[in-house]
């Protein structure tokens, strides 16, 4: 299987955050759309295998289904361009500034939204009988995730708000961890297994991810759960966007990019080298360094725009990116 190593990984992340803010409204619409409708039906498979079965690993193994999916068709989430696209306007890619920047952002937005709120109208529907009938076990099982995710932290006030953003950036934290696995192979199977250990995490320890509660929460509201529109707005979907947005930067895309993409210069000693016996030789043959060739290593020098000038463009989508 293809490995793609840390420095070249980084090129193809500044290559990818580049190239979505490159993209129409309608494409990036589209894409967000699509994102979040099969990740969702992910979500709504995961919890319905946990009620059946009583096992919630179970359901959180499975989850990931949809996030492969999804990537493996180069659609996008909300999540993902929170780590991506800063990248591209900090290595001052052509066309790659705040504004576009903040653009993509908003219009993966809508259409993650639009595309979980789609999944959890028609998954009310198929847990009702079409508002027929009681919800089924499954649908319960949302609704109390609804009120226990929202009403559960105002209960704690501030405490609670800090809890929910610390979910929120370690969700993501996991979340764009996979991000970039998906580009760290060339090879589909090795994406998938990739893709797949960080996101069985985030699942499986109840972190708060903004587009998978775009789902979780309106069903509960269509299913009759105790909670508010307003109740979720600000207990839940507005800290989680916050913090989705710090953990996928601060702890994924940064460190990543200033340690590969921005390789600082090796630290010299400002005092005189001392010569070394190599092992296996005898003191006389190091006795004169001088006469022996001195062989320099080699660092990646300069950004990662400058690394990939002449293999990459964002007016197209870079090779490896999903």
Known sequence: MSYVKPAELV???????????????????????????????AAAFAVTVSTNTGQPLLGAVLFPVGFVILYLFGFDLLTGVFTLTPLAVLDKRPGATVGAMFRNWGLVFVGNFGGAFMVAILMAIYFTYGFSAEPSAVGQAISEIGHGRTVGYADHGAAGMLTLFIRGVLCNWMVSTGVVLSMVSDNVVAKIVAMWLPIMLFFYMGFEHSIVNMFLFPSGLLLGADFTIMDYLIWNEIPTVFGN????????????????????????????PVARRAVGTTPSATAHPAARPI????????????????????????????
């Open 245 to 272: 947005l710090v953990g996928g930067l601060l702890f994924v895309g940064l460190p990543l990019f200033i340690t590969y993409g921005r390789t600082a210069t090796r630290r010299s000693r400002e005092s005189k």
């Open 295 to 322: 062989v320099q290593p080699v660092f990646a020098a300069g950004s990662s725009s400058e690394r990939a000038a002449a293999g990459s463009s964002s007016e197209r989508e870079p090779v490896g990116i999903v």
């Open 11 to 41: 090129t193809r992340m500044v290559d990818a955050g580049a190239y979505k803010m490159q993209l129409s409204a309608r494409d990036t619409l589209i894409r967000a759309f699509m994102g979040a409708a099969l990740l969702t039906m």
